[in-house]
């Protein structure tokens, strides 16, 4: 199984972008979707986005949609998170996450990067 590493996090001001990139080391994910979890200080871990295999379903978290992109290369073995017009609210660490049946919770995924911080200051 492939091992998926997590880099792009940083310090943005609000109102700024950063795109998060998840690359599967050592195999490849093929046939699973792939998606993007958080976790902010003091709150359980949510969902934030994910994409089928073959991109004909994208989902949303609703305090999300229409801020953040969530694209895959599967020739690459890539798969990104754009978040624009981020919001000190957007702050928490950031997992990018593949499993072999959508799910909008996560506990059915069961690969996971190591997750990389995402600060966003006002």
Known sequence: QAQLVESGGGLVQAGGS?????VASGGTFSGY??????????KEREFV??????GFSTYYAD?????????RDNANNMAYLQMNSL??????VYYCAATSTMSLIDEPWKHWGQGTQVTVSS
């Open 33 to 42: 979707h792939m998606g993007w979890f958080r976790q902010a200080p003091g």
């Open 18 to 22: 950063l795109r998060l990139s998840c």
């Open 63 to 71: 305090s999300v949609k229409g801020r953040f992109t969530i694209s």
């Open 49 to 54: 986005a994910a994409r089928s295999w073959r």
């Open 87 to 92: 919001k000190p609210e957007d702050t928490a």
